[in-house]
Structures are given as C-alpha cells and as structure tokens.
C-alpha cells in the first residue's frame, strides 16, 4: 500500500497581459496521507498557482503534478479528480446567495446521483452535524450565517464528494482570531476522523503552525526552507524565514527573538532577481548571493535550505 502522496510541480507558468510568470518554479513537494502542508509566504509568492496547479486548474508548463502516483495530466477520469477538492477563503463567493444551505451541499451528491433523494438528505443532515451546525440550518440561506459558519458549510459541501485532499487556500484568513481557532479545530477533527491530507495555505504563519506537519516557504516561486514544522518554527534556518517568524507572536513568549525587518517591497515576478531571489532584501546578503541561485540542501536542524549560508 502507498501511503504517499506525491505531487511535483517542477514549473508553472502563469500568462498575465504583459507576458509570460515563472509563478512556480521548479517546486517539488509531497504530502503524507493523513497529514497537513503547510504553504506559507507573501502574497504573490506564488502559493495560490501552485494550489491551481495540484487542482488542475492551471497547466502545468513542464513538469507533473503527481497524486496517488498518478500523473494528474493523464487523469482525465472524474472518479480520481472528485478526489482533490478545494476550500476558499471567501466562502461567500461560492455559496450561491439564492440557494439554501441543504442544497449547497447536497449538489455533489445530486450531480453524481448517489443514493436516493432520502440517502442524499440524511448524508447532508450528517454532514451539517459534523461540521457543528444543525439539520434545521440546511433551510436557511448564506446571509443568514456568520463567517464562521459559512465556512462551515463550505467544508460540509466539500466533505460530500469524499475527498482525499483538500487544498486550503487562506481558509480562515477572513475570520475573527477566536473563530479562526474553531475552524482549524475542527479541519483537525475531520482530519483524524476520515484520514484527510490538507494542503494549507497561508501568509500567516502563526495559523500555520498551529495545523501542520510539513511546512513549506515560499518565495517568488520558489521553496526557501522546507521541513517538519516544529523544526522550522524552532529553529528557522533560512534569513526569510527567519524575518517572517519574528513578525508574529508566537504561541511561546520566550522564543519571540526581535523583529528583524524586510526592507524593500517583493519584487515583481515578471523580473525576478537574479541569484537567491532574497537577495535584495536579505539582512545577510554577500556577493555570492546576487549571481549564483542556491538549491535546497539538507540543514542541520532538520529542515531543507536555499541559502548560501547552508551549503558552502
Ligand atoms: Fe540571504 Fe544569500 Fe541566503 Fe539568499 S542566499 S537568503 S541572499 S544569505
Ligand atoms: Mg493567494
């Protein structure tokens, strides 16, 4: 039995009006069943392309997209595809306004006809109780749920299609703190209860920590640090990961180091620097940095590197 997941992206190209984005760039990650990566990084730094890319919504330029080892290209049959599905950030703007809750979720089921009408009610009742809600909620529309709950709904709409991952794009990024920690609370739940694997992603690191297992970092299209998340957040190798950690409170005060600063804006992916793309923002930056691209190699914390201070 495999129990691996394997999804490998090794470029991904994004066409924009003026020209073509390396948007992902020679990126290769997989996931255990079961367990949760975390992607995290700015906005822009490519995180949401490469979900499109695992979803099969952006063409893969070269390179494959793996799932279940097999290539996801080939995969034209619906069975395996029904099998990845995606979580938003914005719940509202995929909730048809018009619908009721019930029927929101049950038009997976009704597209693919499982069961009967009373087989598809009763998955739907179950899955409304799972997710905390009520069978009564399934009367009701979109507006009249708070943030938290339609959320909530989004992922009983998800869980009626039986999928093995689920890429989460800033699931609760739109949520209060408080609400934020009962979603994650229960995607940890549902993930123990059915043995669902989740890519999840976030620019929010504090939220990241708390739900994954792997975590990746990203940076204009490329990993800068990858390894299993205590490691990262203890002892974060890479000068980017280093300043994007110093920039939140983390949930133990005495590893809060100082806020070491990013100067500079992201550059733009149409132009990316040449060398570490990090190096014209890097606090650590020398020559080497500005020509030569440094791969991801082993550090000694755990995690993998591309930094020219981890591989001499
Ligand atoms: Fe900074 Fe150089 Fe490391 Fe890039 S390779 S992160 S510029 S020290
Ligand atoms: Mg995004």
Redesign the pocket.
């Known amino acids: 039995i495999n129990v691996t997941k394997h999804f490998k992206v090794t470029s991904g190209l994004l066409g924009l009006q003026s020209g073509l984005v390396r948007a992902v760039d020679g990126v290769s990650l997989h996931v255990n069943k079961g367990e949760t990566l975390g992607l995290v990084g700015e906005s822009g730094c490519g995180k949401s392309t490469l979900a499109k890319c695992i979803m099969g919504l952006t063409p893969v330029t070269s390179g494959e997209v793996l799932f279940a080892n097999k290539a996801l290209a080939t995969w034209e049959e619906k069975a395996l595809r029904s099998k990845i599905q995606m979580i938003f950030q914005d719940p509202y703007s995929s909730l048809n306004p018009r619908q009721r809750i019930g029927s929101i979720i049950r038009e997976g089921l009704d597209i693919h006809t499982i069961g009967t009408k009373e087989d598809r009610q009763e998955k739907v009742n179950g899955l409304l109780q799972l997710v905390g809600l009520m069978p009564e909620h399934g009367q009701r529309y979109p507006h009249e749920f708070s943030g938290g709950q339609r959320q909530r709904v989004a992922v009983a709409r998800t869980l009626a299609l039986d999928p093995q991952l689920i890429v989460c794009d800033e699931p609760v990024s739109a949520l209060d703190v408080s609400v934020q920690a009962q979603v994650l609370g229960l995607l940890k739940d549902l993930q123990t209860q059915f043995g669902l694997t989740y890519v999840f992603i976030s620019h929010d690191l504090s939220v990241v920590s708390h739900i994954s297992d792997q975590v990746a970092v990203m940076y204009l299209g490329r990993i800068m640090e990858i390894g299993p998340s205590k490691a990262l957040f203890d002892s974060p190798k ?3 990961t280093q300043a994007l950690l110093s920039a939140v409170l983390l949930p133990d005060p005495t590893k809060q180091s100082h806020r070491i600063p990013l100067s500079g804006d992201l550059p733009s992916p149409m132009d990316p620097p040449t060398g ?1 793309p ?2 014209p923002r ?1 606090p ?3 020559d ?2 500005k020509n030569g691209r ?1 791969e991801l190699v082993a550090g000694e914390s755990g995690t993998n590197v591309a ?3 981890h591989n001499a």
Do not use: S
């Open positions: 890479h000068p980017y570490c990090f190096h890097c650590h930056a020398f080497k940095c440094p930094c020219w201070l």
